[in-house]
């Protein structure tokens, strides 16, 4: 989003779009499969659906509520609706901190996607066989500079967005070629299906046991849930500021959070299936992604074009996302300390970098930068997904159930008494006693282990 002239978004159209662009991208398709292999398939699953509707809807409300209400940036915004209380704009800044890690993390990832795209074009995987894919895959992450120079041109495109102030034409295309990402998934998912044993992959995604839902598998859904919806760190309350004013936030929301769920859920339907069929275990982790769809294009009519578009989209739809991540860190330093936005995206591209290649360089076999079996690339995931942006999801509910005064919710929520006028209590209820105490639960019960 560009400056804070206070225009809204063109149309409801516009801001669903948004908001959707940051939120479906690598997370869906390649962090979801991975979360949900390790945290038992089925059983993930049904926990995920449970908690995106009743806790990253209700979040996602929050943030979009207090985004229209101030018109501001995080950092403004709970300086604004909470004068006086200094404390609560330090949630701001965690959610500055934060989108530095993620971005690190993000970008390591978007590397490898970016590896695919090199590979799609240069006909790599065709004929290859699962173990030497596999091989390529694994000697990519144990390179130096490879992924580093990949990255690089990750991070580049990010910032050149931004500096270039063309974020809202590239929501402009992503309109356009997101639900051309849905349909290859649509297409890949059938053909996911008819592979040998894909059933198999079936069952072990949708299927759930209910007996191997247990805290870990909670508290990861949670932190997946959080990262995959771009909540709990303030970004949508930027874009709840742009939001017009007889726009109807829950149906925003609502939408906003149905289709990043259907691309999650696209990407198990897809990846299970042919990872079961190709003989890749459901712990394979990264390989889920960036073995297990080679191989499959590998077997498609028209593979090469497929793989190599579905690289290419990939990568935009994770670009949407990494410029929603930098516009955080961007907007702070020029709203809140006057520094021009060319500087401050150089800035913060250029410390994103670095923590990127620490990043990229801890999985080599022989790194030291690890603790314990942790390397750092972990490390940023886990400390992001599984403390700070659920730490700042619980913290914002706070501040809008306990600090917010409850009439400027109501107002902000039913667009001044015309719309969801019935569901505002029950609304209201879940985001100042229940979504706090259950985070609340389940941060604990981690933090025990
Ligand atoms: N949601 C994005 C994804 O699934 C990643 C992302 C973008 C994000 N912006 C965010 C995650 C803000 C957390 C917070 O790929």
């Known amino acids: 989003m560009e400056k804070k002239n206070k225009e809204s978004f063109g149309s409801k159209f516009g801001i669903i779009a948004a908001a959707a662009g940051s939120a479906i991208g690598l997370g869906n398709i390649y962090r979801f499969p991975c979360e949900a292999g390790a945290n038992g398939g089925g059983a993930f699953f049904i926990v995920y659906l449970a908690i995106v509707l009743f806790m990253g809807l209700p979040l996602m409300v929050t943030e979009f509520v207090i985004g229209r209400r101030s018109g501001k940036n995080p950092v403004g915004a709970f300086k604004s609706l909470a004068p006086g209380h200094k404390g609560w704009a330090r949630l701001g800044y965690l959610g500055v901190i934060c989108s530095f890690l993620i971005l690190a993390f993000y970008c390591t990832v978007a590397g490898w996607t970016i590896d695919a795209v090199w590979k799609a074009i240069t006909n790599y995987y065709h004929g290859k066989d699962l173990a030497t894919v596999q091989f390529g895959f694994d000697s990519l992450k144990e390179e130096t500079w490879q992924p580093i120079i990949c990255e690089a041109v990750f991070v580049f495109l990010t910032a050149f967005i931004i500096i270039k102030g063309v974020t809202k034409g590239i929501e402009?295309?992503?309109?356009?070629l997101m639900p051309i990402l849905l349909g290859i998934l649509i297409i890949l998912g059938i053909k996911a299906l008819t592979l040998p044993g894909a059933a198999e992959g079936v069952k072990f995604?949708?299927?759930?046991?209910?007996?191997?839902?247990?805290?870990?598998?909670?508290?990861?859904?949670?932190?997946q849930a959080f990262f995959s919806l771009s909540i709990g760190m303030g970004i949508l309350i930027t874009y709840g500021s742009y939001i017009a004013k007889n726009d109807n936030l829950t149906s925003t929301a609502f939408s906003v959070c149905i289709c990043d769920t259907i691309i999650a859920i696209l990407a198990g339907i897809v990846i299970f299936p042919a990872a079961f069929s190709f003989g890749i275990t459901p712990e394979a982790g990264d390989s889920l992604a960036f073995v297990t769809l080679p191989m499959l294009f590998n077997q498609m009519a028209g593979g090469y074009f497929f793989c190599l578009f579905f690289?290419?989209?990939?990568?935009?739809?994770?670009l949407t996302s990494s410029i929603s991540l930098l516009e955080a860190p961007v907007l702070y330093f020029t709203e809140e300390l006057g520094i021009s936005r060319k500087k401050a995206t150089t800035y913060s591209a250029i410390g994103v970098f670095v923590l990127c290649i620490i990043a990229s360089l801890s999985l080599h076999s022989d790194t030291c930068l690890k603790i314990g079996s942790f390397s750092f690339f972990n490390l940023l995931d886990y400390i992001t997904a599984t403390f700070l942006m659920t730490i700042?999801?619980?913290?914002?509910?706070?501040f809008l159930g306990w600090k917010m005064k409850k009439e400027d919710f109501y107002d902000e929520f039913t667009n001044d008494n015309t719309v969801n006028m019935r569901l505002r209590k029950a609304m209201y209820f879940i985001i100042k006693y229940i979504s706090p105490l259950a985070i609340t639960v389940i941060l604990i019960t981690q933090f025990i282990k």
């Open 205 to 223: 995604f949708l299927k759930p046991d209910f007996s191997k839902i247990n805290g870990t598998v909670v508290v990861n859904a949670l932190g």
């Open 311 to 318: 690289f290419v989209l990939l990568t935009i739809a994770a």
């Open 392 to 398: 700042g999801g619980l913290l914002t509910v706070i």
């Open 172 to 176: 402009k295309y992503s309109k356009i």
